[in-house]
């Protein structure tokens, strides 16, 4: 049987030894949370099988447990190469759903809280020299209300905007080895006017002393390098580019790197990289890419697929969701209420597609601060672990964050949030929260479902349209409609849900989909605008294809409405 999801995890910081532990794992459902209690780390199998990376909840990993879950247990065997035993061995998880606590050889070794972000542990000294495994305990709530979950149904079955659960492993779970001075890892910033690159490169303790090397090229050719001495735990490299290839939309111009780390006459360490040299910015109400005004043509994708729940079924199923998309004549998405992948982000990458970043904030009550504890860290990690993509033109934490009568405690966490992010990315925009409550935020959002041709294109007629005056003011940012249309149609009359009435024709759907278009790019105050969905999820029929990724009508039809000269651009 082949090895699911077998391409490279970290396309970003790559070594060539590695190990892919997705495939076949011993499995247990544990409502009773008695695992611990009974000792499950110590078994020697566990009742069930399972297939990794793909949830419980899906069919691919031949579960399909689609109840509530509260706990699961995970056992695999691990065979460590004799080549490897010299080396220290590190444990990775892609992304586990919720709360983790793992062993090796039924010993513990860590834990770590949320479903979206990679997380990994040095295991070198709980191995053995001949058989190891691995037992991981994941725990997971969504209606504690203290964990964020996007939109995973908190019922228990999926109903309009809310889809099937998903608990435990979903992401690639792999081992690496390496040496003691080892890359750890790297900050990638570039700046478009002095064609140059810099690196904040992050490294093992006791690295002092070693030297850290890096090499640049495009498309097979070296553009440029540069070396430097390690005088504490992280090193700096600045390289001037010998040729500018500037990263655009559909022109994913990305330039390679190699880093080396040496000590001695010894390489302790290589690894591949890659960064594309753009900008983004904000004037004169517009959204710039390398200085230049830029329409966002985003659309919603929720990152859901009929299969594989959060989990891509393979790696062209990522990258064949953007290649649509952009058929359809989008140039970017909101990756919304869910931390994608990093092998989504790369192909964005490699695309030249805009995306913007959010965290899965439905499910986590905010209305205390105290609440703050349950999202910021693992936003934290995403904002950290995703920031060298270019792909990301921006950060989003929290979509729709209702009023309720608790303005000043949401005020002060979505504030804190927002500082946060700005502080550790000076160079992307953060909205603080889509759609319906701005507090402090570089870009004005709004959503508008208004199904109206006329009362939808009666908001944005050179003005600025606010649905919400009683809880947010406008502050002459640049204006974003990131939700509209989520117009209902079916190609086979299957029963669903979506936003309005469903057009009876084919023909109609058309001319709604055009007016509320060019309703927005005809509005010199709008900077981009975001429809919802690039496809059906579930129950939910408002897609321009099918959960199946079906086109629903001629994709042409839709490409030449969405590239239309925006007034902005002109």
Same mark, same amino acid.
């Given at each position: 049987?082949?090895?699911? %999801?077998n ?5 970003q910081l790559?070594r ?17 949370? +008695? ?16 297939? !990794? ?18 706990? !699961?247990?995970?056992?695999k ?6 080549? $490897?035993?010299?080396k220290?061995?590190i ?10 606590? !793992?062993y ?10 949320g479903?979206?972000?990679?997380f990994?542990?040095?295991i ?9 495994y691995?037992t991981?305990?994941?725990k997971?709530?969504?209606?504690s209300?203290?964990?964020p ?58 690295s002092?002393? +070693?030297?850290?090397?890096?090499? !640049? ?6 553009v ?7 005088y ?9 580019? =010998?040729?500018? @290839?500037?990263w ?15 000590k ?59 290649i ?8 970017g ?19 030249g ?5 959010e965290?899965?904030? $439905? ?10 504890? @349950? ?6 990690? =995403?904002?950290e ?20 009568? $608790? %303005? %000043?405690?949401? /005020?002060i ?17 953060v ?38 005056? /009683? ?17 209902? $149609?079916s ?24 007016g ?8 010199i ?10 496809? /059906?999820v ?8 099918t ?9 042409e ?14």
């Open positions: 049987m082949s090895v699911p %999801r391409e490279y995890p970290r396309p790559v060539k030894d590695w190990i892919n532990l997705n495939g076949a794992w011993d499995f247990e459902i544990d409502d009773s949370f +008695c695992g611990q209690a009974k000792k499950y780390q110590l078994r020697n199998s566990l009742n069930d099988k399972i297939i !990794v990376p793909f949830c419980p909840e899906s069919k691919l990993s031949g579960v399909q447990h689609t109840d509530f879950i509260s706990c !699961v247990w995970y056992r065997n691990i065979e460590i190469p004799t080549k $490897w035993m010299s220290n061995i444990l990775h998880f892609g992304a586990v759903d919720y709360h983790s606590t !793992v090796v050889n039924g010993e513990y070794i860590g834990e770590h809280k479903g979206y972000t990679s990994c542990f040095d070198t000294k709980f191995l053995r020299e001949k058989e190891n691995i991981i305990c994941a997971d709530d969504l209606r209300n203290n964990q979950s996007g939109k995973q149904s908190p019922e228990l079955n999926s109903f309009g905007c809310f889809y099937t659960r998903t608990t435990g492993i979903w992401q690639t779970v792999w081992l690496e080895c390496v040496s003691t001075n080892y890359i750890k890892g790297i900050k990638t910033t570039t700046d478009i006017e002095t064609c140059s690159v810099s690196f904040e490169i992050r490294l093992s303790d006791n002092v002393g +070693c030297k850290i090397k890096s090499k !640049v090229y495009f498309n097979g050719e070296q440029g390098e540069s070396a430097t001495t390690v504490s735990f992280s090193a700096n490299l600045n390289i001037l580019l =010998a040729e500018k @290839h500037l655009d939309v559909g022109q994913g111009n990305l330039y390679d790197v190699i880093f080396t780390v040496e001695g006459n010894e390489v302790t360490d290589t690894v591949d990289s890659y960064f594309g040299l753009r900008s983004i910015g904000l004037s004169d109400k517009a959204f710039l890419l390398n200085g230049r005004k830029v329409f966002g043509r985003w659309v919603l994708d929720q990152g859901f697929y009929p299969d594989g729940i959060y989990t891509a079924p393979n790696d062209e199923a990522l990258k064949d969701d953007i649509k998309s952009m058929q359809l004549g989008f140039n998405a909101r990756l919304h209420e869910k931390v994608f992948e990093p092998r989504f982000l790369y192909w964005a990458d490699k695309l597609y805009l995306v913007w970043g965290h899965a904030n $439905w499910g986590l009550d905010i209305t205390e601060f105290t609440q703050l504890e @349950h999202f910021l860290p693992e936003w934290m990690e =995403a904002v672990r995703d920031f060298n993509h270019p792909s990301i033109i921006g950060w989003c934490p929290f979509n729709e964050t209702w009023d309720f009568n $608790w %303005r %000043r405690q949401n /005020d966490l979505l504030r804190t949030v927002y500082n946060i992010t700005k502080a550790m990315d000076s160079t992307r925009p909205i603080d929260t889509s759609g319906n409550f701005h507090g402090i935020t570089d870009i004005y959002d709004i959503h508008d479902y208004n199904q109206s041709v006329e009362q939808f294109s009666s908001h944005y007629i050179n003005g600025v349209y606010n649905n919400f005056e /009683d809880r947010q003011s406008y502050k002459d940012q640049p204006y974003f409609v990131s939700e509209y249309g989520g117009i209902k $149609w190609i086979d009359e299957t029963q669903g849900w979506g936003y309005g009435d469903s057009p009876k024709t084919e023909k109609e759907f058309i001319e709604r989909y055009k509320l278009t060019e309703a927005l790019l005809n509005d105050c709008v900077i981009g605008f975001c429809y919802t969905q690039l496809y /059906d579930e129950q939910e029929l408002n897609g321009l294809m959960y199946s990724r079906e086109f629903k009508f001629n994709p039809i839709i490409k030449a409405i969405n590239t239309q000269k925006a007034v902005i651009e002109e």
